[in-house]
């Protein structure tokens, strides 16, 4: 998902801890790979934004729907650089992620 749909690249994986390191732009996003966590799990993580440096709500909408993706209404949302456009969506493992202009 983070490779075919969002467009990082796998940089460096470390299988024998389930560890991916991908690279988005000038970041990286570190991925652990391994049990499912129980339904009553609690998750101390709201959601991760990543800014497209190109940002086209309909390009983006478009782009994610056609990989089957559920996508967010786009809005004007206060953030870390200010105010901008963004729109919500969940990664298949149900994190929440934010798109942003």
């Known amino acids: 998902f983070y490779c075919d749909v969002l467009g990082c690249s796998l940089d460096w994986r470390l299988d024998e801890i389930g560890l991916a390191h991908l690279r988005v732009g000038s970041a990286f996003i ?3 790979a391994g049990q499912p966590l129980p339904a009553d799990a609690v998750r101390n993580m709201d959601h991760l934004c990543l800014t497209v440096a190109s940002f086209d709500a ?9 990989h089957g993706v559920a996508v ?3 809005a004007e ?15 298949p493992d149900g994190n929440g992620l934010e798109l942003r202009g």
């Open 58 to 66: 309909n390009e983006v909408r478009r782009h994610l729907e056609a």
């Open 72 to 74: 967010g209404p786009v």
């Open 77 to 91: 949302r206060y953030g870390a650089s200010g105010w901008g456009q963004s729109l919500y969506l969940s990664d």
């Open 30 to 32: 570190d991925l652990l």
